[in-house]
């Protein structure tokens, strides 16, 4: 998922023809004055920042991270026999968004079970927003590079525009054109910083969203031997004590 930053560098390294654009692309780079090179540097560190993001995120949201192996069965057993201070243990020893859910739900243990219930609910509604906003910097990354990339394309039709004006219409078609096509040149930068941004953004956001269904499902589980025991049947023919 570094193709961003790649594919920068490769449009920052890349030539062109010398009868196609008028010189080499360095020269169309520098041509743009310091206000295009900043643009162009801009960019690049967006996909620098962008591919770091990428890479990070596909490490962190890794199945094994999140929900760590021989955790929940141990939990239930455990937990079963209200054993709770050697199931506390265990999720200490291997920290994850999992056992971290299901400490926060062990912490609440003396209050009952809708107490734990909320704890679970609260702890894993933190962390899953703690997750996203990591990677909506993917999001907002991709939304900033075009409009870079657009800047980068009115100012250099400004100044294409400004030279004809300059010269009292003296400028030909192809001095604007090429005034043109040094403007655009940002305008695909941006575009190759913000296309692979938005796609990783997309499929990180699924496997969040994934990741955080699951921990719910599998920490109801683990939490269910200590709900089966916190609840207290009534015997038949007991009688309701009255409201006090």
């Known amino acids: 998922m570094l193709n961003s930053s790649l594919a920068m560098a490769g449009l920052l390294a890349q030539t062109v023809d010398a009868d196609a654009g008028g010189g080499s692309f360095w020269q ?25 993001l990428i890479f990070d995120q596909f490490m962190a949201l890794r199945r094994g991270e999140v929900i760590p192996e021989g955790v929940v069965e141990p939990i239930q057993k455990l937990l079963a026999e209200r054993r709770v ?33 909320k704890a679970m609910e609260e702890a894993l509604a933190e962390q899953s927003a703690r997750m ?20 980068g394309t009115v100012t250099g ?6 030279r004809v004006a300059i010269s009292q219409g003296g400028a030909g078609a192809g001095d604007l054109a090429e005034g043109i096509y040094q403007a655009l040149v940002t305008t695909v ?27 719910a499902y599998l920490a109801q589980h683990a939490m269910s031997g200590l709900k089966r025991r916190s609840v207290k ?12």
């Open 28 to 52: 169309i780079l520098f041509s743009g004055g310091i206000v295009g090179l900043l643009i162009i540097l801009l960019l690049f560190s967006l996909s620098l920042i962008a591919a770091f």
């Open 132 to 151: 996203m906003r990591r990677i909506e910097y993917l999001s907002v990354i991709g939304n900033i590079a075009p409009m870079v990339g657009l800047l």
């Open 189 to 215: 930068g941006g575009l190759i910083v913000a296309i692979p941004a938005l796609g990783a953004f997309a499929v990180l956001r699924n496997r969040v969203d994934g990741l955080v269904a699951e921990v």
């Open 85 to 117: 201070k050697e199931a506390d243990a265990i999720c200490r020893q291997k920290p994850s968004l999992l056992t971290f859910v299901m400490m926060s739900g062990l912490a609440e243990v003396d209050f009952g079970w809708p107490s734990v219930e």
């Open 157 to 162: 039709m400004i100044f294409a525009f400004q």
């Open 233 to 244: 049947r009534p015997v038949p023919g007991t009688p309701i004590p009255p409201v006090q």
